[in-house]
């Protein structure tokens, strides 16, 4: 199943204030960027066909595969002056570089890239810059099974805020963390038909105008998701990401696992 990876993003809250132009996906977490984080847990369920929806910044992200090193995560011998791969990343990768617009919303992103999808009668989605463990197979035959024409991981509220509920006279009668509020956020990860395109306007957006429509059909699936989710959405978030991966907290790194359980 192909993966359309929205990477055009400018990522204002990412800035360092050096004035650099490193798009959002491309911020490192561990000796790899976000995007190929993403990328991994997707080929770790199978998927490996890969559409890149490229505008800011472009040029980071494919000097990034053109020069791409694998001793940098796998391990290898050096033999006669010869590099012999023990392990490889992306060598079974089919990627697709598309300059979707500099400042093209997520919607208008997709449908930019709507001939690559042809053929395709379901196809993964993502905005390149949130990590999780969840059971992607498993949300995908959710979605199989029924008759939606798009479903989207949904999670609790990340806030640490809470919210106060106070009476006329202004005294308080309860708090509540907003995280325990019975509400969830879009996570990111969808997966979606065909039909997600008859409902996407020129300039639109994904969730609020495709998503939206089918939601008031019925037809918007949601898998709630309560287990490891962390997007990088600001410097915060990404450091907190980086020092997780050097203390070897990575529960995205589903392949980690698996190869250990394997040896």
Not at 90 to 109: A, K, L, M
Request: charged fraction near 20%.
């Amino acid at each position: 199943m192909k993966v359309v990876l929205f990477c055009g993003g400018y990522g204002m809250r990412m800035r360092n204030g050096l004035g650099d132009d490193v798009p959002k996906p491309m911020q490192m977490v561990g000796p790899r960027p976000l995007l190929w984080h993403v990328m991994r847990y997707y080929a770790h369920f199978g998927h490996t066909e890969f559409i890149l929806c490229l505008g800011y910044g472009a040029h980071h992200i494919k000097d990034f595969f053109l020069t791409y090193q694998e001793t940098a995560s796998n391990d290898f011998i050096l033999r006669d002056g010869r590099v012999e791969l023990l392990s490889t990343d992306i060598s079974d990768w089919t990627i697709s570089f598309v300059n979707t617009g500099q400042d093209s919303p997520i919607g208008e992103r997709l449908r930019r890239v709507r001939h690559l999808l042809e053929g395709e009668e379901m196809f993964l989605a993502n905005y390149a810059d949130v990590l999780t463990d969840a059971p992607l197979d498993t949300m995908i035959e959710r979605f199989e099974s029924s008759t939606a024409g798009a479903s989207m991981m949904v999670v609790p509220p990340q806030s640490s805020f809470h919210c106060v509920e106070m009476g006329e006279d202004s005294h308080v009668t309860g708090i509540t963390p907003v995280s325990s509020l019975p509400l969830w956020e879009n996570g990111g990860y969808f997966v979606l038909r065909q039909d997600v395109f008859d409902h996407l306007p020129a300039g639109g957006d994904l969730v609020q105008d495709a998503c939206g429509e089918l939601a008031k059909e019925g037809r918007l699936l949601a898998y709630p998701y309560r287990g490891f989710w962390q997007p990088a959405d600001t410097v915060k978030e990404r450091a907190a990401l980086d020092a997780a991966y050097a203390q070897g907290e990575r529960p995205w790194m589903l392949w980690e696992k698996d190869a250990g359980a394997a040896s």
